[in-house]
């Protein structure tokens, strides 16, 4: 199975909950169950960061997501050049645990540059059945194999 699908929104605090919903829906429509939860979680998390500190004013963000065999890729673009950076449990207060939880959940993830405004954060959720993986970018390696899941039980 292989598929996209994006829908932008507006820079507005209910957008963050109208795009995990997206998400959700999307998955279903593929017929995908394994680790809506996570890619949920991890779109709320990017979602609440590009309308936190990504978005310039009068501008939005993108939530792409792509299927291929059973590895699913999570894009949330906005429109600034800040790059986030997980924090470490020390630096945390109320806030800030976003990137921790994304690095926790997903098989991998990063930040890619876009031009001329804004960047692209990505993260990949591969099934942990051994599934196909994706490139983390178009042109580069396949990433590396699942990494052990701190949150999970």
Same mark, same amino acid.
């Given at each position: /199975? %292989?598929?996209? +699908? !994006?829908?932008?929104?507006?820079?507005?605090? *209910? %957008?963050?909950?109208?795009?995990?919903?997206?998400?959700? *829906?999307?998955?279903?429509?593929?017929?995908?169950?394994?680790?809506? *939860?996570?890619?949920?979680?991890?779109?709320? *998390?990017?979602? +609440?960061?590009?309308?936190?500190?990504? +978005?310039? $004013?009068? #501008? =939005?963000?993108? @939530?792409?997501?792509?299927?291929?065999?059973?590895?699913?890729?999570?894009?949330? #673009?906005?429109?600034? #050049?800040?790059?986030?950076?997980?924090?470490?449990?020390?630096? /945390?207060?109320?806030?800030?645990?976003?990137?921790?939880? @994304?690095?926790?959940?997903?098989?991998?993830? =990063? @930040? !890619?540059?876009?031009? &001329?405004?804004?960047?692209? @954060?990505? %993260?990949?959720?591969?099934?942990?059945?051994?599934?196909?993986? /994706? &490139? +983390?970018?178009?042109?580069?390696?396949?990433?590396? $194999?699942?990494?052990?899941?701190?949150?999970? %039980?």
């Amino acid at each position: /199975m %292989s598929g996209t +699908t !994006q829908r932008f929104f507006d820079a507005r605090p *209910e %957008s963050a909950g109208e795009a995990r919903a997206f998400a959700a *829906e999307a998955l279903a429509g593929w017929g995908l169950s394994d680790r809506v *939860e996570d890619i949920r979680l991890c779109v709320s *998390e990017l979602a +609440t960061n590009a309308l936190v500190h990504g +978005t310039a $004013p009068g #501008h =939005g963000f993108l @939530v792409r997501l792509d299927v291929d065999g059973e590895a699913v890729r999570l894009e949330v #673009h906005d429109s600034r #050049h800040r790059r986030p950076e997980a924090r470490r449990a020390a630096d /945390m207060d109320v806030s800030g645990r976003g990137l921790t939880l @994304v690095a926790a959940l997903a098989d991998d993830w =990063g @930040v !890619q540059d876009r031009t &001329p405004i804004g960047k692209v @954060v990505w %993260s990949l959720f591969k099934d942990t059945g051994g599934a196909a993986a /994706m &490139p +983390t970018s178009p042109g580069s390696p396949p990433s590396s $194999p699942p990494k052990s899941r701190a949150l999970r %039980s």
